[in-house]
């Protein structure tokens, strides 16, 4: 056990260093693309004002965004801001980053953990059931379900959720996290629940029809593997096969893949939060960007960094945990 | 020995062909046994010997009944005087028949040994478990470790291990023992000489044709999916003479201790096998007839063999001299 300790500090160590200059990475990509956005703040600022203003209003307000200084100064500056812990001001919100996007967190990762677990056992599941009536009509019913689900573009399943689901049948909320006109405060947790349960769906459909084929090609494989064939021919029968060996052997590339999926999930949930209204970092990163909100932006971005590479760290201590010869290997 | 009340198993005009598809949809039928002949008697261990390519594994997959889903199965195989039925098979399957598989990888690679041995059965069999672990030599600490972490020759001795933990009345052992050292192979093969003395049988698949003469009653010769001779092992010692069949004689000739003589060409792949017997384009004796019908199976000398020649008197043939 001690074994798997030392390993699991030498991962996260150097899981550390490279999350690190990861971060950096990032936050210089993303603020070179914003510079080169043809978006300009002040002006998007001014539409949604809806009201005409002076010159000299308009230099305060550009000041006030920091259009008007380089963008290697500014980038200095914020990064500076930065490594003293502060990630700035939101110029949209006019709010401290920090305190949107811990608000928001809790709301995304209510509606990412749920589309997760979702994803990953019904993913898992009929993974199963695929591989072990393989070329039976079940398995080519749910592989054609899931290859039509992979190519079927989120935003649009969202919709047609929402249209079915919301609009005709009215069985779930058009939208938002919580009832409008109830006070936060008021807000139970079975209306948060049941303004969570469609865009979890929606979330879920996306990522779930891969981790599905993936499970179906790797218990198709363990299946026509001579550990198999040995096992049958020592009389085990069909599900025994499944749970003494299946289950054991595809596991391992399931959790990887989930664990994997942490990005594919972000970069869904913004899709998701927009489709639904659902107030959570997805939605305030594509508002940020929308409005040029550099701080706002920069930060969400570096937030969903951590949490990726926080993924793939879980991956990869999974891996020595269940997987004897990577401990073997690696100790 | 040849005691029909004591025979265990029977194997008549055995026929294993794959469906194979190839260019798209044109059907093919690939055979890769052809009417095969075997009986093994309680009590004796017989060696099926031929080179790689002739279908070896794949008997002892047609007796287990696990082979692949594009085979087509024809002909007769009887366990204890009743029809081997696929439902019989799933039966017996781990408990009257068991498998020594050829290498590791007919073990799970993330499963530890002891639960391998054990299986899935219950009640575990622990105490002779610990037994088989004796007798083969192995670390006490082998249930504990995974399959990776084996040596080869342990690997070996677990997959012998994991047959002789049941009580199978029919072995089948599919190439046992490459990987041993010499003194674990002979207590392998002493372990299947004591199930056969208890009234059990072996079969022991192998290519190692000096093993199966030394440990073997009876040898069944081997080739392009078909047995072309089963002979009493001792005929093996008694020189080429006694042996019956053209390429059993040819084998015998070949081995280093025999004169070394290679014959020419090579044994004829599944999808292109001779309409008449298999070895006749190789055969130095071969007649129209062995080119044109395959040969019945003929008991000749206390053994069994599928030639013409003992259609005949010798020297009323036709001979063709080949190349």
Known sequence: ?331 | MEQKDTTLLEIHDLSVSFRMYEHGLKQTDLQVISELHLTVSRGEIVAVAGSSGSGKSLLASAILGILPENATVRGHIHYQGEELTAARQEQLRGTEIALVPQSVSFLDPLMKIGAQLDGHRRPRQTEKRKNLLRRFGLPEKTPQLYPFQLSGGMARRVLVSTALITDAQLLIADEPTPGMSLEQALEALRLFREMADEGKAVILITHDIDLAIAFADRVAVFYAGTTVETAPASDFQNGSKALRHPYTKALWNALPQNGFQPIEGFQPYAGALPNGCLFAPRCPYKTRQCMENNPPIREVRGGEVRCWQFEHPCDEREVYHGT
Not at chain 1, 23 to 46: D, E, G, R, T
Not at chain 1, 142 to 158: D, N, Q
Not at chain 1, 243 to 267: C, D, K, M, V, W
């Open chain 1, 1 to 331: 056990m001690s074994e798997l300790l030392k390993r699991s500090v030498r991962i996260f160590f150097t899981y550390g260093i490279r999350t690190l200059s990861l971060l950096f990475a990032v936050s210089v990509v993303s603020f070179v693309l914003i510079s080169a956005s043809p978006i300009n703040p002040v002006q998007q600022y001014l539409i949604g004002l809806g009201t005409a203003v002076s010159p000299q209003q308009r230099a305060e307000l550009e000041d006030y965004w920091g259009v008007n200084e380089p963008p290697v100064q500014r980038y200095f500056g914020w990064l500076s801001e930065v490594l003293h812990g502060n990630l700035g001001e939101s110029a949209l919100y006019r709010r401290p980053v920090a305190e949107i996007i811990s608000e928001r967190f809790w709301n995304s990762f209510a509606l990412m953990l749920c589309a997760w677990l979702l994803s990953g056992v019904m993913g898992f599941g009929l993974g199963c059931i695929m591989g072990m009536y393989q070329d039976r009509w079940a398995d080519k019913i749910l592989k054609k379900c899931c290859y039509i689900l992979s190519a079927v573009p989120t935003f649009w399943l969202g919709l047609v959720l929402l249209l079915v689901c919301s609009v005709w049948l009215k069985w779930f909320p058009i939208g938002f996290s919580a009832p409008i006109g109830v006070r936060s405060e008021d807000v139970t947790l079975g209306q948060r629940i049941y303004h969570l349960i469609l865009p979890a769906f929606t979330l879920s459909l996306m990522s779930f029809s891969n981790i599905a084929l993936h499970t179906r090609q790797k218990l198709s494989d363990v299946l026509s593997s001579e550990y198999v064939l040995f096992a049958r021919a020592r009389g085990e029968g069909k599900w025994t096969i499944l749970r003494r060996h299946g289950l054991r052997n595809i596991l391992f590339p399931a959790l990887t893949l989930q664990f994997a999926s942490f990005a594919e999930l972000f970069g869904g949930s913004v899709i998701a939060e927009n489709v639904f209204s659902y107030p959570g970092l997805g939605s305030a990163v594509s508002a940020a960007g929308l409005n040029g909100d550099v701080a706002l932006l920069l930060g969400i971005t570096l937030f969903s960094a951590v949490f990726v590479s926080f993924g793939n760290m879980a991956a990869n201590i999974l891996y020595g945990i269940i997987d004897p010869q990577i401990r073997e290997v690696e100790a």
